[in-house]
């Protein structure tokens, strides 16, 4: 970068990105491991007293499967935020991917235990029912991403390998948003929504062979 | 001494917690409409509607589990939207098109269509499509009174009926993904039925607007979506009529869509349901053949392949 355009920017008062940053600098990632299981216990209260819905059972998996795929779209966005707005969540990224582990096991298991709960008809619904056979297979993608969101098994695994085997990710949230559409009676608008904002930060990702050969 | 009073009451005839519970309940809610600009207090007047054999025994569902947990798409496809968003309709004025095969076809009032009727309570079990139940104290009178009422011509086979169509007031039927108005259709016979009502209330109040206020249909054997909500045609047909589900995606929802354990919807069983109100621990219970009322309407249905071809 010239001189000349460095010191203009110094001169500049501070951008909306660097202000963001500035300020999460400042927020250690663990935070996030304290704060965001908060909804998923007061939910579990609200349900367990009675005062969340009329079925609490339905009312907690839509919330807990909800708020997962939420999570996990927001992951999605981190690298598409830093390379257009220069906004760098990037040291979340860990703590946010298993966040939304959490919630998607929580989803799961709200389904599991307290909506079907009959091993038989657990089976029979993975096998019979598409919907469903396509959201435990994006839960199973999710398992191996979790297992190795640690230090430890960065090392282990290499980065090559471990941000090859991290792809699952894209697969993964895919698979939740299908699932999303595909359980409801219509076309509803919501899921619809969260399919369009996955396929876009998904098309964010791909490397254009035309734009690849105008750089060289 | 003769002729004394003697006090022939029991506890028996106390009124029960649970009802009189109830009853606060229901007047906390009409308070809370009528701040809201909803209804005046007096529409809140007890119906006295008599009690009918057709009741089950089953203890109802609360107030708030019958108008709190809704499915209502002209007012948004969330459980709750009904109740967040149905306060926006004006029931009064309501008429109804009676037209098509009727010996006097005619927009008859709200007023009209009530003039001599006997409303009875009718507590009905109310199955979901979506394998989600309730029991519903009803209060209504039979289809087939109006429809006698109107005169059938011999060639009629089917009834349609429709929901009205006001998207300023349902903010649902902004969105397209229905098309709107929302209608269903019933047979000649099964209309006929002494098990179809109109209902124009629950828990002997008027029909709140989230359950179909004014006047609704309910056919306690067939799942929830038969029974057309806020009805403002009811035509007399010789084809089977349209029927917006069954429109919209056929291979799930059939013409008939009598409640059947054995016919499964493609994206989910229909062999248990899980009743609305039970906490979170509530076990799913096994759904009934025609929803508990086979012995009455069974045979309705003779010789009929009820899982390929008339589901």
């Known amino acids: 970068m010239p001189a000349g355009t460095l010191a203009a920017s110094r001169a500049k008062p501070m951008g909306v990105a660097q202000r963001i940053n500035a300020w999460t600098r400042r927020l ?19 349900a367990l007293n009675g005062t969340l819905s009329s079925e609490p059972i339905r009312a907690l998996e839509h919330l807990y499967g909800e708020l997962g795929l939420q999570i996990l779209i927001f992951g999605l966005a981190i690298t598409p935020l830093r390379r257009f707005t220069k906004i760098d969540l990037v040291k979340f990224r860990r703590a946010i991917g298993l966040m939304a582990f959490l919630y998607i096991t ?9 909506d079907v709960g009959d091993l038989g008809d657990i089976w029979r619904d993975i096998v019979k029912r598409p919907y469903i056979t396509i959201g435990m297979a994006g839960f199973l993608l999710l398992i191996p991403l979790a297992w190795t969101s640690n230090n430890r098994m960065v090392r282990k695994l290499g980065p090559i390998k471990w941000r090859r085997l991290h792809k699952l990710t894209y697969p993964a949230v895919l698979l939740g948003g299908i699932h999303f559409i595909m359980l409801a009676k219509t076309w509803n608008l919501e899921p619809m929504l969260y399919n369009a904002a996955i396929v876009l930060l998904l098309a964010l990702r791909l490397k254009f062979p035309v734009r690849r050969a105008s750089q060289a | 001494m ?3 009073w003697k006090n022939d009451l029991t506890h028996a005839d106390v009124t029960p917690k649970a009802a009189f519970l109830n009853r606060r309940q229901v007047m906390a809610g009409a308070g809370a409409l009528a701040a809201a ?17 057709y009741s089950i025994s089953e203890e109802p569902n609360s107030l708030q589990d019958i108008t709190t947990y809704n499915n209502f798409y002209e007012f948004g496809t969330d459980k709750g939207d009904p109740a967040r968003h149905a306060g926006a309709l004006t029931t009064d004025p309501w008429s109804i098109t009676i037209d098509g095969l009727v010996e006097k076809p005619g927009e008859y009032s709200m007023e009209q269509i009530m003039e001599g009727v006997e409303l009875e309570e009718r507590i009905y079990r109310f199955r979901c499509v979506e394998a989600w139940s309730m029991i519903v104290p009803w209060v209504g009178f039979e289809l087939a009174d109006l429809l006698n009422r109107v005169g059938v011509k011999p060639e009629a086979k089917y009834v349609a009926f429709e929901t009205l169509l006001r998207p300023e007031e349902m ?18 016979d099964e209309a006929m039925h002494p098990l179809t009502i109109m209902a124009t209330g629950l828990y002997d109040e008027p029909m709140p607007k989230q359950n179909g206020a004014p006047i609704r249909l309910v056919v306690p054997w067939k799942y929830g979506f038969k029974s ?3 009805v403002v045609r009811i035509s007399l047909v010789e084809e089977e009529p349209h029927a917006s589900w069954n429109q919209l995606i056929p291979r799930e929802y059939g013409f008939y869509s009598n409640v059947n354990p054995e016919r499964s919807h493609p994206r989910w069983s229909q062999a248990k349901e899980r009743r609305v109100g039970g906490g979170l621990f509530a076990q799913k219970i096994p759904t009934l053949m025609f929803n508990g009322y086979e012995d009455e309407v069974a045979s309705l249905y003779e010789g009929m392949d009820l899982i390929n071809e008339h589901f």
């Not at chain 1, 990632?29 to 609200?46: D, E, G, S």
């Not at chain 2, 600009?37 to 054999?53: D, E, R, T, Y």
Request: no cysteine.
């Open chain 2, 171 to 188: 903010q649902g039927q902004r969105r397209q993904f229905i098309d709107w108005p929302y209608r269903e259709g019933l047979r000649l």
């Open chain 2, 228 to 230: 057309i909500k806020s």
């Open chain 1, 106 to 114: 929580l989803h799961l298991l709200v389904w599991l235990v307290l």
């Open chain 2, 37 to 53: 600009g909803g209804i005046g207090g007096a529409a809140w007047a007890k119906l006295n509607a008599k009690p009918s054999q």
């Open chain 1, 28 to 46: 250690p990632a663990w935070v996030l491991y304290v704060v965001m299981p908060v909804p998923a216990v007061l939910w579990f209260l609200q």
């Open chain 2, 2 to 4: 003769a002729g004394r």
